[in-house]
């Protein structure tokens, strides 16, 4: 059993430390698997999750665990084999129903702490089920496609273009496409700046299909991180997340995006494209699907009530 104290994120240190812990503690296989180094880069420079993010240490001060609340109420957590037997998961959830609290101080509506894991992570399905979480139908599909086998040319619709983005001075209207896409206000000018910003971004890779009069129609933001890859010995690149605002869908875009994006990081020295996806999203499925990506893994949801401060649990 390894006795650890906690203590506040305290800045860069502090995320060098927690990848280097990530990567001790998960297989190479499991490295792209949220959070990821690119995740954790992205989730960590934003002050608001920096604020609900600790760090569990040893009496030596040697980090041996991690846990957020992201922007969607989503707590990640990661700790070492030693800290994990003596139940340091169950002060990290503790921790995150804690912050869930405080959010809602400040909220009329109830919020859930949710968590995801693989579907075959029977050891982080049960301390979450051991912890009042509670399964959702919902899946997240991790979806691969080898970059070996040929690659159709995109086909774009008429009347529509692809370029790169241009710069952060597209960000409103990049968040403004993404939340019509999703119907949600889930992404903010400050989360997609923290996209933009981390040390790997590249804008070439950053696809954006414009339609008539130059709207933003479509976007697919193709990523690679050469750290992980470094650490895995594979050559992998992302080309999510895709977004097809709703007048412009059912028009192939989605489709031609994908295609670009998969050349794009063949000629990068990329063997293979990685994609992630709801399994309520049938139709990027579908679009995903027809540019030959494959599930590879799912993983699945949990949530937890928690009770407003005062009230019973």
């Known amino acids: 059993m390894v006795v650890s104290t906690s203590r506040p994120y305290a800045g860069g240190e502090d995320l060098q430390s927690m990848i280097e812990l990530l990567i001790a ?28 993010t600790r760090l569990w240490v040893d009496a030596t001060g040697q980090l041996v665990g991690f846990a957020f609340v992201d922007a969607y109420n989503n707590l990640r957590f990661e700790a070492t084999p030693q800290a994990s037997s003596g139940d340091v998961e169950s002060v990290m959830i503790a921790w995150g129903a804690e912050c869930i609290q405080r959010a809602m101080q400040e909220s009329a509506e109830s919020i859930t702490l949710d968590a995801s894991c693989r579907e075959d992570d029977t050891k982080r399905i049960a301390v979450l089920e051991r912890h009042g979480f509670v399964m959702q139908e ?27 983005v241009d710069g952060e001075h597209e960000v409103e209207a990049l968040v403004a496409l993404h939340r019509a896409a999703s119907g949600t206000e889930n992404l903010t000018v400050e989360e997609r700046l923290a996209w933009m910003r981390v040390p790997e971004y590249d804008p070439e890779l950053d696809l954006l299909a414009l339609g008539p009069d130059g709207i933003f129609a479509a976007y697919c933001m193709c990523s690679i991180s050469q750290e992980e890859n470094a650490r895995t010995g594979r050559n992998e690149g992302y080309t999510d997340p895709v977004a097809t605002h709703p007048g412009f869908q059912r028009h192939g875009l989605a489709r031609a995006l994908l295609l670009t994006g998969l050349r794009l990081l063949k000629q ?16 990027m499925q579908q679009a995903a699907r027809a540019v030959g990506f494959r599930v590879q893994s799912t993983a699945l949801w949990f949530e937890k009530r928690v009770p407003r401060s005062g009230e019973a649990g």
């Open 25 to 52: 503690v998960r297989p190479a296989e499991r490295i792209a698997d949220c959070p990821s180094i690119m995740d954790l880069q992205e989730a960590l420079s934003i002050p608001a999750t920096q604020a609900k």
């Open 138 to 164: 919902t899946r997240s599909l991790h979806m691969v496609r080898p970059l070996n086998e040929p690659i159709p040319a995109p086909r774009v619709p008429a009347g529509f273009s692809i370029r790169h």
């Open 268 to 283: 990068r020295g990329m063997e293979t494209a990685v994609l992630g996806t709801s399994s309520e999203n049938v139709a």
